[in-house]
Structures are given as C-alpha cells and as structure tokens.
C-alpha cells in the first residue's frame, strides 16, 4: 500500500457557519440538486447525516463538528476510484476570516490498492472535480442569501 497526501484551501465570501452547513451539513440534498448532470443522488443507507452515517458511494462520516466547522470522512466503497484504492480519507475544516467569509482546509489521504501511484493529471481531475462543487455551492449561496442563513 502507498500512501498520498494532498492539501487543498479556498476561500469564500460566504461565511464559514453557512458554507458548512450547505456543503457538509445538507451535502446529501444540495449537491444533487446543484449538479444532476455529475451526480444523481446521494441516499444516506443508515444513519441521519452526522457522525456514523453511510451514503451509498459508501462514504463514512467519522466526524462532524458543527462548533468547529470539521467534517472527517472516508470513502469506503463505490465508486470507480476505489478498484485503485482501499480508501479515501478527507478532513475538511471551515474557518471565519476577518471580511465575514471563510476559508475552508481540505486534507485528503489516499490509500492505495498495491504500489498504485498517482499521476499529476489523476491529482489535478480530483483538484477540479473538488474545486466544482465548491464553486457550485458558493453561486448557489450567493444567488439564495437566505438559504442555509
């Protein structure tokens, strides 16, 4: 097994407390609604979004931390990826910023199946497939201020 570690940051004009709740807290709502060409549906197989739920990619959520804006979860199962890894850990954090926005921290750890490597072009398809919901998100806050306020 190899094991990849990558970092990514993003800041936005939306405020922290609201960028988590529509992007993490409601994932499982928005991002189809926001993406239905990438994304059909997300059905949450057992629990009810928090700490311990399982979605049907299966993604493990391990922690979910409303007071400090951090979401820990695991992809386990389900996609395409995953015939080339055991899984896929990420740990996203929302920060304030001192304009009334946020600054989100996304750590992402990858297991591999074998001495898989990643390549630069793999990186950068999982960089702006990441970077699409964000932006998706954020236009969707920007147009709907009182959405997830």
Not at 1 to 26: C, H, Q, T, W
Not at 30 to 44: N, Q, V, Y
Not at 58 to 68: A, C, F, H, I, Q
Not at 116 to 138: D, M, P, S, T, W
């Amino acid at each position: 097994m190899v094991v990849f570690k990558l970092s990514d940051e993003y800041n936005s004009p939306i405020p922290a407390a609201r960028f988590f709740r529509a992007l993490i807290g409601d994932f499982h709502n928005l991002i189809p609604k926001l993406m239905p060409e990438a994304i059909e549906s997300i059905d949450i197989v057992q629990g009810d979004g928090g700490a311990g739920t399982i979605i049907f990619i299966k993604s493990r959520v391990d922690v979910l931390d409303e007071e400090t804006l951090t979401c820990v979860y695991r992809l386990i199962e389900g996609s395409q990826l995953m015939e080339k890894f055991e899984s896929i850990a990420y740990e996203v954090n929302f920060e304030p910023t001192p304009d009334g926005g946020s600054k989100s921290r996304i750590a992402s750890t990858y297991y591999t199946k074998g001495d898989f490597q990643l390549n630069e072009e793999e990186i950068k398809a999982g960089r702006e497939r990441g970077l699409g919901i964000y932006i998706a998100v954020e236009a969707y806050l920007l147009q709907n201020p009182d959405a997830y306020a």
